[in-house]
């Protein structure tokens, strides 16, 4: 994975996910996502700030950049694949230090594959990272919702979209565009959503390989239109970029 540096955009508005009118309901419904100790029914939370994303105590500094995070990220794929995991921040102190609240450093959209955890393959702890994970990647309004959540409401600079190799979800979608049958129940919702990703200029399992990465660039691409994350990656507060994870290697690496 490239952690190349990201450039800044221009600046733009944030929001809240947090409905209803009363400031005191906002904030009880945000500090119960957050998990924030909650010491009086006016307790607001705005952005964090530096020395929030990295609370005193903490074993180890988070990053605070979308390139932070990417260099962080890459650094705990290096370790995971070469069988050098630290497995940070499990440690008694931290699991106290949390219970007061987390400031997770990335977003990570990924597949329900048993084989690719995100806090496996990028060696990382409690707290570090909020994972999301649906079929394929797909998008639905709990997914969206739970991606704003962690940009809007905690700061997260980064959003990673995770595709893999031998994607079950993109190959069921690639077959069933060439047979034309239907998935039971709500699997064909699945499908119907990847299959505008599906790579018709190639065939076979190429045609699926293709697709794996063409289906991480739509998701990323539907994010990025998202007018209250555009606002953060025009603002230089977020980067929303995709990713794959390579099964054989273990590698993940950036999709241009």
């Given amino acids: 994975m490239n952690p190349e540096p990201i450039p800044p955009r221009a600046v733009g508005p944030t929001s809240t ?3 209803g009118s009363a400031p005191a309901r906002r904030s009880l419904i945000r500090a119960a996502l957050t998990g924030t100790a909650v010491l009086g029914a006016g307790l607001a939370l705005g952005t964090p700030s530096a020395s929030a994303v990295t609370p005193t105590g903490s074993r180890r500094s988070r990053p605070t950049t979308a390139q932070g995070a990417l260099r962080e990220l890459a650094a705990g794929n ?4 070469t069988y050098c995991e630290r497995h940070p921040d499990e440690s008694p102190a931290v699991r106290q230090e949390l219970t007061s609240g987390q400031h997770p450093f990335a977003v990570v959209l990924g597949c329900i594959d048993s084989r690719v955890p995100p806090e496996l393959v990028f060696d990382q702890g409690l707290g570090d990272l909020m994972t999301v994970r649906s079929a394929g990647e797909v998008l639905d309004e709990a997914v969206l919702g739970s991606i704003a959540y962690g940009v809007l409401e905690l700061g997260i600079p980064l959003v990673m979209v995770l595709g893999h190799q031998s994607c079950g979800a993109v190959k069921a979608a690639v077959q069933v565009d060439e047979s034309g049958e239907e998935l039971p129940a709500h699997m064909q919702y699945l499908v119907d959503q990847i299959s505008p990703a599906i790579d018709h200029s190639k065939e076979g399992d190429a045609r699926i390989d293709a697709t794996i990465d063409a289906n991480v660039e739509r998701v990323r691409s539907r994010l990025a239109a998202e007018p209250e994350l555009a606002a953060k990656v ?10 794959r994870y390579e099964l054989t290697s273990q590698l993940v690496h950036r999709i241009a």
């Fill in 17 to 19: 996910l947090a409905g």
């Fill in 78 to 81: 290096l370790r995971w694949r």
């Fill in 234 to 243: 025009d603002a230089g507060d977020l980067a929303i970029v995709g990713a």
